[in-house]
């Protein structure tokens, strides 16, 4: 018996869907049943057979970038520092448009850093293609990186304006003759 796809070489089984021959190529097995890469881009894509990616992808590998098809693997169920620090601006590196919601009062500044945090890998998996899980955890470091030097830069900075400033106030009072202290 030959694939009903590839007529040249040997088939190692039989869809379930179709009763198609497929070779090892072809076939794909999902909870220990096999089916051919036509039948699963039609299941998982709603009936549309132009999926992006060979069906043995879709069902048991890497799903990012598949929106909210994508299973995201339980390894990124964690807490992302770059989300919370950067918010909106690793938002747009990770094509997660909900980051953008900073941007609205109160619930900006103070809910959305924290979602961002608690989905941010969520929607970061689901929102772009990434090579694999270990390219997306190097990829959510570096962020997490930039935004915690970014986070002392700005601490820095801040303190130093702070103290400059308190430092003028009391030369301009002691100026005029005012002891502050």
């Not at 794909?28 to 096999?34: A, H, L, T």
């Not at 809910?111 to 608690?118: D, E, G, N, Q």
């Not at 009072?173 to 202290?181: A, D, V």
């Given at each position: 018996m030959?694939?009903?796809?590839?007529?040249?070489?040997?088939?190692?089984?039989?869809?379930?869907?179709?009763n198609?021959?497929?070779?090892?190529?072809?076939k794909?097995?999902?909870?220990?049943?096999?089916y051919?890469?036509?039948?699963?881009?039609?299941?998982?894509?709603?009936?549309?057979?132009?999926?992006?990616?060979?069906?043995?992808?879709?069902?048991?590998?890497?799903?990012?970038?598949?929106?909210?098809?994508?299973?995201?693997?339980?390894?990124?169920?964690?807490?992302n520092?770059?989300?919370?620090l950067?918010?909106?601006?690793?938002?747009?590196?990770?094509?997660?448009?909900?980051?953008?919601?900073?941007f609205i009062?109160?619930?900006?500044?103070?809910?959305?850093?924290?979602?961002?945090?608690?989905?941010?890998n969520?929607?970061?998996?689901?929102?772009?293609?990434?090579?694999?899980?270990?390219?997306?955890?190097?990829?959510?470091?570096?962020?997490?990186?930039?935004?915690?030097?970014?986070?002392?830069?700005?601490?820095v900075?801040l303190?130093?304006?702070?103290?400059?400033?308190?430092?003028?106030?009391?030369?301009g009072?002691?100026?005029?003759?005012?002891?502050?202290?």
């Open positions: 030959y694939c009903y796809h590839h007529p040249d070489r040997d088939a190692v089984g039989t869809c379930i869907a179709c198609q021959a497929v070779c090892p190529e072809c794909v097995e999902y909870d220990g049943k096999v051919c890469n036509s039948c699963v881009q039609r299941m998982v894509s709603g009936g549309d057979t132009m999926a992006p990616q060979p069906a043995s992808v879709l069902m048991t590998g890497n799903t990012s970038g598949m929106g909210s098809r994508a299973s995201v693997p339980r390894e990124l169920g964690e807490w520092w770059g989300a919370f950067l918010t909106w601006i690793w938002g747009i590196g990770n094509n997660v448009w909900w980051s953008f919601f900073v009062p109160y619930l900006g500044v103070l809910v959305m850093p924290w979602v961002l945090a608690f989905k941010g969520q929607w970061a998996w689901q929102s772009r293609r990434w090579d694999s899980v270990e390219h997306f955890k190097r990829v959510q470091h570096t962020w997490a990186m930039w935004g915690l030097g970014v986070t002392i830069a700005v601490t900075l303190t130093v304006i702070l103290l400059l400033g308190l430092g003028l106030i009391v030369w009072l002691q100026q005029s003759g005012i002891q502050p202290f």
